[in-house]
């Protein structure tokens, strides 16, 4: 029977741990995550793992075992709970697999703000309250009008926390 499981790389080492672990005749998939050219500083690079320090890895228990996984070079642990192993479902490979573009990247999705657009914020501090655009702010950050105890105040965030909101009407 064959089982996906989640394997803990060395820091920057996904790669190296994927092509060590196809050496051993593992079937593995590591999805990867497009940085598009406005997001992309001077040490970014075009593409990164989806998953930092994570690949997934397939295992045919009747054919592989797992001990050679954990001293394959690149890998740090087979990820486990309750110091049992945790199969990951194949269902879940299958979905990024699919979200991937036609490309096998993931793409982010990044939006073009104009001044004055309606945005919420999806993580952080301030997730789930809801400001105004007001410019972007460096390569990756845009400054937000944020009505904030019944002052306007101005905070720069990561575009990746923003989000376009629907104008909600006064009434």
Known sequence: MKCWYLIYTKPRSESLAEENLQRQGFHTYLPWLANPPQERARRV?????LFP?????EVDAGQQSVAPIRSTYGVSNIV?????LTPVSGDLI???KEQA????LHHSASHDFRKGDCVRITSGPFEGL????HVPSGCDRVLILLNVLGKTSSVSIGRQHVAPAEQVSKG
């Not at 573009?101 to 096998?104: E, H, K, M, Q, V």
Request: no cysteine; charged share 15%.
């Open 101 to 104: 573009a036609a490309d096998g």
């Open 130 to 133: 809801q400001g105004i655009f």
């Open 94 to 96: 299958e979905a990024l």
């Open 53 to 57: 320090r994570y690949l997934f890895v």
């Open 45 to 49: 690079l075009p593409v990164a793992p």
């Open 80 to 84: 486990s709970f309750g110091g049992r």
